[in-house]
């Protein structure tokens, strides 16, 4: 894993800087209040955003935790300026949003937050 900062310059770690940099800091620029930005392919998310169907909130919690369902981000590709900021702007009102043919972006307070929404995020779209 690398640290970098909000200008994307690594700042601690061994390892090369995700190639999806941009995603991360344009969502940890647009909304100073979150703690931790993560990306996933998981399975049942990535499978909405392979069909460009937002993920529905069907469950309280959801509703709760997340703010409604989970938009689709239209299509651009990795690691472009254009995916972080059409990512970006769904999160306004929710903490989850889709990529679509791509996968799922989850923010939160901490990555321990973000971490459960993913998980939960995951098992509302296999129970559907
Ligand atoms: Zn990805």
């Given at each position: 894993m690398s640290v970098d900062d909000l200008d994307g310059?690594?700042?601690?770690?061994?390892r090369a800087t995700t190639t999806e940099i941009d995603l991360h800091l344009a969502c940890l620029r647009r909304y100073p209040e979150i703690g931790a930005v993560l990306h996933t392919h998981a399975v049942h998310a990535s499978i909405f955003a392979v069909t460009q169907k937002p993920i529905p909130c069907v469950l309280e919690e959801f509703e709760y935790y997340v703010g409604c369902d989970v938009p689709v981000a239209p299509y651009h590709g990795t690691g472009s300026g254009e995916l972080g900021e059409s990512v970006a702007a769904l999160l306004g009102d929710r903490a989850a949003t889709l990529i679509a043919n791509h996968g799922l972006v989850v923010v939160g307070r901490s990555p321990e937050e973000a971490l459960r929404l993913i998980n939960l995020v995951e098992r509302a779209a296999r129970g559907h």
């Open positions: 310059q690594v700042i601690a770690g061994t």
